[in-house]
């Protein structure tokens, strides 16, 4: 059964600072698509960024890169020169393969607290 | 640019009420979801379609029923609210997914459903 998971409820980091925030995923289908998702305290999901299976370069959108380990299946967020409105929680999530159907699904993990300290 | 839209934002019920959340997207996309999100636990999926007229089952079903009788519009129904329902109920939509293009997921703010 497909499966994502975060080990890290919460974590802090000093603003200007690096963080990285894991995430381990568990699939049999060679084609899958790994999503993170920032959700701020006002509620809403905010897509972040994607890497697919196949991409052969880890993805990077402005200050966030996925470290994608595919023969380790992780796929690690790191965010560069935190910021005071990084503070989130932040949820990775799996989009099931084809294998299993063109649904475009989403499981998602427990999710990272990441509290942002000046 | 609406995007994904959900209403009510906030509700109470008394246990046995019935409700209905409304979903609505302007993006023109195939399919859309409907989520729980539950301290601990992440979302979970309760229902999802794949296109108008259509609805399947997610992860957590049981207790609610779902309709997609336009494309834009994907209602969630709980026909005699329980306890266990009270929790933050987000609705998504996608476009068709490429075989390797993400295709994210675009959510809406969230219902706080409260069943007392």
């Known amino acids: 059964a497909q499966k994502i998971t975060q080990t890290q409820p919460g974590m802090f980091v000093q603003e200007k600072e690096a963080v990285t925030l894991d995430c381990t995923y568990d699939?049999?289908?060679?084609?899958?698509?790994l999503f993170w998702y920032k959700q701020p305290s006002s509620g809403e999901m905010i897509f972040l960024i994607y890497q697919g299976s196949y991409d052969q370069q880890n993805a990077t959108e402005g200050r966030y890169s996925l470290n994608f380990q595919k023969a380790r299946k992780s796929a690690n967020l790191v965010i560069s020169a935190s910021q005071l409105g990084d503070s989130a929680m932040y949820f990775c999530a799996m989009r099931e393969g084809f294998l299993s159907g063109a649904t475009n699904k989403l499981i998602f993990g427990t999710g990272t607290l990441l509290a942002v300290q000046p | 640019n609406a995007g994904v839209t959900q209403t009510p934002k906030f509700r109470v019920l008394k246990t046995g009420q019935s409700m209905t959340l409304l979903c609505a997207q302007d993006m023109n996309h195939e399919y859309m979801y409907w989520y729980r999100q539950d301290p601990g636990m992440g979302l979970r999926l309760i229902h999802y379609?794949?296109?108008?007229?259509?609805?399947a089952k997610g992860e957590v079903p049981d207790g609610y029923n779902v309709s997609r009788l336009k494309k834009q519009n994907f209602l969630l129904g709980l026909e005699s609210a329980a306890p266990s329902q009270t929790s933050v109920y987000f609705c998504?939509?996608?476009?068709?997914?490429?075989?390797?293009?993400?295709?994210?997921?675009?959510f809406g703010d969230g219902t706080r459903l409260s069943i007392l």
């Open positions: 379609s794949v296109g108008e007229g259509t609805t």
């Open positions: 998504a939509s996608s476009d068709l997914p490429g075989s390797q293009v993400g295709q994210p997921q675009h």
């Open positions: 699939t049999s289908d060679p084609s899958y698509g």
